[in-house]
Structure formats: structure tokens, C-alpha cells
């Protein structure tokens, strides 16, 4: 069996604030998540530096994090497990692949 794990997932707004299609999405993986660990939604924006440091999160998910500080940015990039789990396909001016040819 494995470890129950405490996951920090980090976003911008969550779907009970703004019922867009990346934070539905986001929504959607806490759900499946949270059946089998720990998982704290935590404002990108309130994401302490001292947080990370306590250790009492095991990984963190990093989804809209335009309001994440650099401190907790740093933070996260050189103690933390984490993954960047974005929606926005900032290489398209509309952010949404779909609206090209063969996208």
C-alpha cells in the first residue's frame, strides 16, 4: 500500500470562484486526488516561503500561478516537489490550440 501523501494544489481562483474551464479541470483532478491523499487548495497569492519550508506538504501542484511571489516561486524551485500543471498554451495568442488548423 502507499504513503497517503499531503498535496498542496496551488492555484489563482478555484472553481467555487470562477467556474472557467482550467479551474473545472482543476476541480476535477483535487476530486480524483483527494480519494486517496491529503489535498489542501491553497491561493497562489497566501503560498508562505515558511510553508514550504516546514516540510509538511509532500507535493505540491503549481496550476495558474500568476499571483504566486518569487519568493514562494524560489522556494518551490529549490526545495519542493512539484509539477506544473497549466492550461493556458501561452505560445498562441488566444491560449486555446483548438481555434487553429490541426491545432
Do not use: C, W
Not at 499571483?67 to 495568442?93: N, P
Request: hydrophobic fraction near 40%.
Amino acid at each position: 500500500m502507499s504513503k497517503k501523501l499531503t498535496i498542496a494544489f496551488v492555484a489563482d481562483y478555484f472553481a467555487d470562484e470562477i467556474p472557467g474551464g482550467g479551474e473545472v479541470n482543476n476541480d476535477e483532478l483535487i476530486k480524483l486526488l483527494s480519494a486517496d491523499h491529503t489535498v489542501l487548495k491553497v491561493k497562489s497569492r497566501n503560498l508562505d516561503p515558511a510553508a514550504i519550508e516546514n516540510g509538511l506538504v509532500d507535493f505540491y501542484i503549481i496550476s495558474n500561478f500568476l499571483e504566486l511571489s518569487y519568493q514562494s516561486y524560489t522556494y518551490l524551485t529549490e526545495r519542493a516537489s512539484y509539477i506544473i500543471y497549466e492550461h493556458d498554451h501561452k505560445y498562441v495568442s488566444t491560449n486555446d490550440p483548438s481555434k487553429f488548423i490541426n491545432m
